[in-house]
């Protein structure tokens, strides 16, 4: 049974960076299809990025594109979340979660899932 362990979020000022890092643990996370997701309190949950298992194709949402990058770390089993150049809209809870594959990069189509870690984005 896959499980996944997010962590690395935190308090960081504008303009600043965080790596958030998916650990997964159960099953192999290159089998897999990975999104990270994020959301606030009252919003639907928003796919940030996702990428996918065979040739490693990547989505990024345009609101982080240019300052957000998915990477894999197979033999760590973990994928990570470069952010940098925070935004206070970035603010959010973040999700990673697995699937065998997906077609659009949405929450609808990943159905494990980590427990989130907090983003703060302010000054």
């Known amino acids: 049974h896959l499980q996944l362990v997010e962590s690395g979020g935190g308090l960081v000022q504008p303009g600043g960076s965080l790596r958030l890092s998916c650990a997964a643990s159960g099953s192999t996370l290159d089998l897999h299809a990975i999104g990270w997701f994020r959301q606030t309190p009252g919003k639907e949950r928003e796919g940030v990025s996702c990428?996918?298992?065979?040739?490693?194709?990547?989505y990024y949402a345009d609101s982080v594109k240019g300052r957000f990058t998915i990477s894999r770390d197979n033999a760590k089993n973990t994928v990570y979340l470069q952010m940098n150049n925070l935004k206070p809209e970035d603010t959010a809870v973040y999700y990673c979660a697995a699937d065998w594959g997906y077609y659009y990069c949405s929450y609808q189509e990943f159905g494990s899932w980590g427990q989130g870690t907090r983003v703060t984005v302010s000054s």
């Open positions: 990428i996918s298992s065979g040739d490693g194709s990547t």
